[in-house]
């Protein structure tokens, strides 16, 4: 999964992370986050947001800044690990 972004000393510039190597910008407004989404992320999104307290509404971003920035390598993982439970699973 993508490393949690690291800050910059300037405030125009948004946090960056590693992905495969290269450093990205992590969306970090509410309105850059939902539209790095797709469609369905999109609406869980607004869904999270819309139901977060004063006291979870960082914990909340900071979740979906890193869920809206694309990691190949992890969702490759995550795709090999749910092969692997269903295999263990067998037949429905």
């Known amino acids: 999964m993508a490393e949690p972004p690291r800050t910059s000393s300037r405030t125009d510039e948004p946090p960056r992370t590693l992905v495969g190597g290269v450093e ?4 970090n ?3 850059a986050i939902r539209a790095a989404l797709d469609v369905t992320r ?3 999104f607004d869904k999270a947001i819309n139901a977060a ?3 979870e509404i960082h914990a909340v ?3 979906w800044m ?3 920035v694309p990691d190949p390598e992890a969702d490759a993982i995550l ?3 749910a092969r692997d439970e269903a295999e ?3 037949p429905a």
């Open 88 to 90: 263990r699973r067998g």
């Open 66 to 68: 890193l869920e809206a």
């Open 79 to 81: 795709a090999r690990l």
């Open 24 to 27: 990205v910008d992590v969306p």
């Open 42 to 44: 999109r609406v869980e």
């Open 53 to 55: 307290g004063v006291g």
């Open 29 to 31: 407004s509410i309105p």
């Open 61 to 63: 971003m900071r979740h």
